[in-house]
């Protein structure tokens, strides 16, 4: 198993912090077929072989992925590609 976190700093109000999350979850949905549901300010996310959270603070969000093993060998590419995502979408 292998673990990816990612913390981001933003500066965007409340709704508009959901709405980046919402973003990051809809692209990881496309990507690894996960389902995602809100848990008041925490994204949960998941399917076979994959589980985590995107949980929103005032002015962070905080990304804690699970990998399990068929998956982990491609965690560095995951990381990479979701840390941009997150910069992108919290830096509006």
Known sequence: ?????????????PEQARAAA????????????L????D?????FERS?????L???PNQAQLHIALGFPISAFAAQIESKVADKMRRVFSA
């Open 1 to 13: 198993m292998s673990d990816i976190n990612i913390v981001q700093e933003h500066h965007l109000a």
């Open 22 to 33: 919402q973003q990051v979850a809809d692209k990881l949905s496309e990507q690894f077929e």
């Open 35 to 38: 389902t995602s549901r809100w």
């Open 40 to 44: 008041g300010d925490v994204l949960r």
């Open 49 to 53: 072989g994959v589980n985590g959270t």
């Open 55 to 57: 949980s929103l603070l």
